[in-house]
C-alpha cells in the first residue's frame, strides 16, 4: 500500500466507527427507556454522524477517485468497511448498548486526545472539535455503568452479563497493524495499543464504583482491519442505504 493508501484506510476507520455506531444509536430513536435518554442517544448518534462526515470527506479527497462522504457511506460493500467489530453488534437491551457505548467512549476519548495532536493540522482540528462532545459521550456511559450496576438486582444482572458478552470484542480496539505502524511514525495518527493501561485503569476504577467485576480475558474476537465481520453488519447495511441504492441518482 502506498502512502496515500494507507492515509485513506485509516481515515475510513475513523470514519466507519462513527458512522456504524450512530446508525445503531438511531435504532433507539423513539424506544428509549425514557424521553430523556431518547432525546440523550440521538444527539449522541448525530454527534457521531457529524464525526462520520468529516472523517469520510477527508478520505475522499485523499483517495482522489471522486468518492465523497455519501459515495462512501452508501455504496460500500460489507468487506469494505473498517469499523470495529464491537460497534456492529446488535443494540440487545438499554444495558448492551450503555455496555458498548462507554467501552468505545472510553477508547474513543483517549484516541481523539492523541489525534488532537497530530502533524496534520485537518486531522487534529476534527479530533479536538470531536473530543468536547466525546467528553460529554463518555461522561454519560459512565454514569449509566454505575446507575445499573449499583442498583437494583435485575439491572445489575443485564449491565454484567452485557459486559461479559461484549468483552471479546474489546481488544481489537488496541491493534496495531502496518497501517497504524505507518501513520503513527508519520506522525498522522496515535498508538493505540498505548493507551491500553490508561483505558484499563479508567474502566476499572467506573466497574468498581458500579459494583461489577471486570471479566477474565479469556476470549476475543478480530477482523474489521481486514473486512471480515459479523453477520450484524450486513443487515445494518441494507436498512442504512437501501434508500440511495434503490434511487442513485435522486436529488433532495
Not at 450512530?22 to 431518547?38: F, I, N
Not at 454522524?49 to 483517495?63: D, H, I, K, P
Not at 442505504?241 to 435522486?250: G, N, V
Amino acid at each position: 500500500m502506498t502512502d496515500k493508501d494507507m492515509r485513506f484506510d485509516y481515515l475510513l476507520r475513523l470514519g466507519d466507527n462513527s458512522l456504524i455506531l450512530g446508525q445503531r444509536l438511531a435504532e433507539w430513536c423513539g424506544h428509549a427507556p425514557m424521553l430523556e435518554e431518547d432525546l440523550a442517544l440521538t444527539n449522541i448518534g448525530l454527534d457521531l454522524l457529524g464525526q462520520a462526515r468529516m472523517f469520510l470527506s477527508y478520505a475522499g479527497e485523499v483517495e482522489g477517485k471522486g468518492r465523497d462522504e455519501d459515495r462512501l457511506a452508501y455504496f460500500r460493500d460489507t468487506k469494505d468497511w473498517r469499523n470495529l467489530l464491537l460497534l456492529e453488534q446488535p443494540n440487545g437491551d438499554f444495558a448492551k448498548t450503555m455496555a458498548r457505548q462507554f467501552f468505545f467512549d472510553a477508547f474513543q476519548y483517549l484516541q481523539f486526545e492523541g489525534l488532537a495532536k497530530s502533524s496534520d493540522d485537518r486531522l487534529a482540528g476534527i479530533a479536538a472539535k470531536s473530543l468536547k462532545e466525546i467528553t460529554y459521550h463518555r461522561r454519560h456511559s459512565a454514569d449509566w455503568i454505575i446507575r445499573l450496576g449499583d442498583g437494583t438486582d435485575e439491572s445489575h444482572e443485564r449491565i454484567q452479563g452485557a459486559i461479559d458478552d461484549l468483552w471479546g470484542y474489546l481488544p481489537e480496539m488496541f491493534d496495531m497493524d502496518a497501517v497504524d505502524d505507518a501513520m503513527l511514525a508519520d506522525g498522522f495518527g496515535v498508538d493505540v495499543a498505548a493507551l491500553r493501561p490508561v483505558w484499563d485503569d479508567y474502566v476499572n476504577g467506573v466497574l468498581a464504583e458500579a459494583t461489577l467485576i471486570r471479566p477474565a480475558d479469556s476470549w476475543s474476537v478480530r477482523g474489521s482491519r481486514e473486512g471480515k465481520h459479523s453477520e450484524h453488519l450486513g443487515y445494518l447495511l441494507a436498512e442504512m442505504q437501501f434508500l440511495p441504492r434503490a434511487y442513485p441518482d435522486a436529488k433532495w
